[in-house]
């Protein structure tokens, strides 16, 4: 998962950021559009609404260290989901295996 700020304003709702989604198993990416200025509960519920709703909880989420997801974009994630969060170091290669 990756977010791509400072887009061009357009559509009806003039987005500017995009949040691209890569699915390893269905081979697969969806590139759904936002505001860069949604916070990451709006980010959490696009998430929610776009992916989980129709494809069923991944296993494995992996994205760059944005902050708007590393902190609370989890918290509510994980508040959604009704599980509890298990966090690695920033920089462990042993646990990419």
């Keep these: 998962m990756y977010w791509v700020p400072g887009l061009v304003p357009g559509g ?3 987005f500017n950021s995009c ?23 709006d980010t959490t519920l696009l998430f929610w609404n776009n992916i989980t709703s129709k494809r069923g909880v991944p296993k494995i989420i992996i994205s760059d260290r944005e902050p708007k997801f ?28």
């Design 12 to 14: 009806k709702e003039n």
């Design 19 to 41: 949040l691209i989604i890569a699915d390893r198993f269905r081979k697969s990416v969806r590139c759904l559009p936002f505001h860069k200025e949604d916070t990451a509960m």
């Design 70 to 97: 590393t902190s609370e974009f989890w918290t509510n994630l994980y508040d959604m989901l009704v599980t509890k969060p298990s966090f690695s170091t920033a920089y462990h290669p042993r646990q990419m295996v």
